[in-house]
């Protein structure tokens, strides 16, 4: 009982953050779109820029247009899969639309890539509470401790 309130009051501020972007005003949603075209009229004039996919997949993400999102990181990846930040993104975004095989797979490959990330340790911890394997979950957040 008492590794419940752990992750209780782990997972809340980030919890709390996401409410507080779903209760901002719509008005945002302009803006989110338009960074994304703006994004995309960059990756049209350098399409060999790895960096804008990557700003754009974030930015989608941040919209909710996961499959785009999705479709970035799967593209970068085929391109170098060597960078943990993708795997984390590409987590994220499974892990949002319920893939969840492919988040914990996903955060896991981040991982491997940098043991030190302690925002991979974080989220796989939050993941594996989630699906109530709380000794998963316990070990994963000790990592980034």
């Known amino acids: 009982m008492t590794w419940h309130w752990f992750f209780a009051i ?11 972007e779903t209760e901002k005003p719509t008005t945002t949603e302009p803006h989110k779109a338009s960074a994304i075209e703006e994004i995309t009229q960059q990756i049209q004039n350098n399409p060999k820029n790895f960096e804008l996919y990557f700003r754009r997949a974030q930015a989608c993400v941040g919209a909710k247009k996961f499959e785009q999102a999705l479709n970035d990181m799967n593209y970068l990846l085929a391109r170098d899969s060597t960078k943990p930040e993708y795997y984390l993104t590409l987590a994220d975004i499974c892990f949002a639309t319920l893939d969840i095989p492919k988040a914990e797979q996903s955060f ?38």
């Open 10 to 20: 782990l997972f809340s501020c980030r919890n709390e953050n996401k409410r507080n």
């Open 108 to 145: 896991k490959k981040a991982i491997s890539l940098d043991e030190e990330n302690i925002e991979a340790h974080l989220k796989l911890a939050e993941l594996y509470y989630y699906l109530k394997k709380y000794d998963d979950a316990i070990a994963s957040a000790n990592k980034a401790l």
